[in-house]
Nanobody, 124 residues
Framework: QVQLVESGGGLVQAGDSLRLSCVAS????????MAWFRQAPGKEREFVAL????????QYIDSVNSRFTISRDNAKNTVYLQMNSLKPEDTAVYYC?????????????????WGQGTQVTVSS
């Protein structure tokens, strides 16, 4: 069993930056594909970014490309999401997710483990 704990959310103004962190339990973290999803009120949970186990492959949803950066530190069992130039439309609960298969995929159904979420609110 893997437990994921997110942190780093908060209330910021448009144009500000935040860094989300997700700490995972378990010795096999380094084998997992890790991803960030988000869910705004009244909307479906959507893919934001992913990183493969080595960190050599990253993917982003178009709306955050060039503003957000996903990274991981396997020695610390941690994945990060650096969010720059935040916009009000980035407001959502952000979830960390882990895929034990190691496959690179955006479909949320492929992710086995989820964190509890951290709220990000961007005011205009």
């Amino acid at each position: 069993q893997v437990q994921l704990v997110e942190s780093g959310g908060g209330l910021v103004q448009a144009g500000d930056s935040l860094r989300l962190s997700c700490v995972a339990s378990g010795r096999t973290f380094y084998m997992y594909t890790m991803a960030w999803f988000r869910q705004a009120p009244g909307k479906e949970r959507e893919f934001v970014a992913l990183i493969n186990w080595r960190g050599g492959i990253t993917q982003y949803i178009d709306s955050v490309n060039s503003r957000f950066t996903i990274s991981r530190d396997n020695a610390k069992n941690t994945v990060y999401l650096q969010m720059n130039s935040l916009k009000p439309e980035d407001t959502a609960v952000y979830y960390c997710a882990a895929d034990h298969s190691g496959l690179v995929r955006r479909n949320r159904d492929g992710y086995d483990y989820w964190g509890q979420g951290t709220q990000v609110t961007v005011s205009s």
